[in-house]
């Protein structure tokens, strides 16, 4: 059978303690990032993750907070990923290379991992996100080294295939033999990219 749902919970920590355990999940995730919970007393953070063949699927949610993936470490640590992010709950506002999004839920976001970037989110977000792997886009012809962020509706259309099918993919993902999760992930990655080609 294929992965289990990870959980990890900040709750119940000191506020140092929850920023190291948060920092440290995000690390095993997709990389290294720091994080400020914007003068907030507590950080309280929790992830559900999984993998389908070699996609992370997350479900994260997090009280308002600053991440950013800055310049000195971009040149000190690989981030071989592209990031999916589809918001389902409250707003944030994304900036890399001078472009600003701000998401609100429906919204879908295809970000390069590894280019500098910030994330803020004044109040508690929840996001659905897949990471996936350059190589997976590279192997499709995807020219992840020319990829701007993108922002996309998960309202309607190919976005709203692509979330459903994501969720639908989270809730299963325990349930897939590694065959089958091979070919989920080629289906998803395919239907994930139909609407950034």
């Known amino acids: 059978m294929s992965d ?3 959980s990890l ?3 119940g920590l000191s506020p140092k303690k929850q920023i190291q355990c948060w920092s440290e999940a ?3 995730l997709c990389g290294q990032f720091d994080i400020d919970p914007l003068q907030a007393s507590s950080l309280e953070a929790r992830v559900n993750y999984t993998t389908v063949s070699k996609l992370k699927l997350c479900q994260i949610e997090v009280s ?3 991440i950013a993936h800055t310049v000195s470490r971009a040149k000190s640590s690989e981030h071989p990923y592209v990031k999916i992010l589809f918001q389902t709950h409250g707003t944030s506002y994304f900036e890399q290379d001078g472009r600003r999004f701000e998401l609100m839920p429906g919204d879908c976001l295809a970000y390069d991992v590894s280019c500098p970037h910030t994330i803020i989110s004044p109040a508690l977000t929840r996001h659905e996100v897949v990471i996936v792997p350059k190589a997976l886009l590279q192997e499709r012809g ?3 080294s020319k990829m701007s962020a993108c922002k996309l509706s998960a309202r309607t259309g190919t976005g709203r295939i692509a979330h459903d099918f994501v969720h639908a993919a989270f809730d299963q993902a325990a349930r897939l033999s ?3 999760a091979v070919v989920v992930a080629d289906s998803l990655i395919d239907l994930l990219l139909l609407p950034l080609r």
């Open 4 to 6: 289990t749902v990870h």
């Open 9 to 11: 919970t900040t709750s």
């Open 26 to 28: 995000l690390t095993d």
């Open 64 to 66: 308002q907070h600053r």
């Open 142 to 144: 995807f020219h992840t």
């Open 178 to 180: 590694p065959n089958n």
